[in-house]
């Protein structure tokens, strides 16, 4: 165990996080992404146990999101005809952004299968226990300073 690195970040996602360059990406999944079949050329980090929002005010603890990307946030919207509504944990990822990156994190907000598509390409996907629908949340890392 580290001081000030949240007991939520384990030694392999923290080094995974470390791993990460400017623009690279990172998925933080709910319970049903399909992790391993869409990260095939991803890190996936397993944090089983662990809810997506204390997952987001972790790593954002740790990495700033892409200053120069007008949207680094990305969310899975919800397919069109479902009767779900907006998912409220969208809330809490708003509360969690705002106290972290309060002046750019902007948030696109993209089709199921397009959403699997550009997960395709990030760096690291973080496999949690996340029950919520829709939960599903992708960052680009910024530049540290």
């Given at each position: 165990m580290l001081k000030g690195i949240s007991p939520v970040i384990s030694p392999?996602?923290?080094k995974a996080l470390a791993e990460m360059g400017h623009g690279d990406e990172l998925v933080i999944a709910d319970g049903n992404f399909p992790c391993h079949s869409v990260?095939?050329?991803?890190?996936?980090?397993?944090?089983?146990?662990?809810g997506v929002p204390e997952i987001l005010a972790?790593?954002?603890?740790?990495?700033?999101?892409?200053?120069?990307?007008?949207k680094p946030v990305a969310?899975?919207?919800?397919?069109?005809?479902?009767?779900?509504?907006?998912p409220?944990?969208?809330?809490t990822y708003e509360e969690i952004l705002t106290k972290y990156e309060p002046e750019h994190h902007a948030?696109?907000?993209t089709e199921r299968f397009a959403f699997y598509e550009?997960?395709?390409g990030a760096?690291?996907?973080?496999?949690?226990?996340?029950?919520?629908?829709?939960?599903n949340i992708l960052l680009k890392k910024g530049v540290v300073k």
């Open positions: 392999e996602l923290l990260g095939k050329n991803a890190v996936v980090v397993r944090a089983d146990g662990h972790a790593v954002l603890e740790l990495i700033p999101l892409d200053t120069y990307t007008e969310l899975m919207e919800v397919v069109p005809g479902d009767t779900f509504g907006t409220e944990i969208w809330q948030i696109d907000y550009r997960a395709k760096y690291l996907i973080i496999a949690t226990g996340e029950k919520a629908i829709y939960a």
